[in-house]
């Protein structure tokens, strides 16, 4: 599971760097400053959560079936929340309408708060 999760959270980050290059380069004429920070913010999660990833994969006290949970709530969460995000934040740009899946962004910022919550809960219920 951890070389899963290695791998995942590298593969998050550097779509991380890359969408944050894009936006700060290639969409900055094309977006207004609103639609950029929109962007940005699910840029900025998508990290946080790579980076969450890298360091689930390296506690050793996590049990598989958790580590299991925490990924697959961090993993949606990121795709629902931050892909969402840049769909909304682009849809200037495209002839399809993506404000009709502005309903999964608050899904996933969900999924992304559960992640953590069970990471927190890990912790709290271990005994010493």
């Known amino acids: 599971m951890d070389k899963k999760i290695f791998q995942t959270a590298a593969l998050l980050g550097m ?39 890298l360091l689930i994969g390296n506690i050793t006290t996590i049990s598989e079936k958790t580590k299991k949970q925490i990924y697959t709530l961090a993993l949606t969460g990121v795709i629902l929340f931050s892909g ?35 990471f927190f809960t890990h912790f709290f219920n271990k005994k010493s």
């Open 15 to 53: 779509i991380a760097i890359i969408l944050g290059a894009f936006g700060a380069h290639a969409l900055k004429a094309l977006l207004s400053q609103e639609q950029l920070a929109t962007f940005e913010t699910g840029v900025r999660y998508q990290m946080y959560h790579a980076l969450f990833l």
């Open 84 to 118: 969402s995000i840049y769909l909304l934040a682009t849809n200037s740009l495209t002839p399809i309408d993506f404000k009709i899946i502005g309903f999964v962004t608050p899904i996933g910022g969900l999924l992304l708060i559960l992640s953590w919550t069970r």
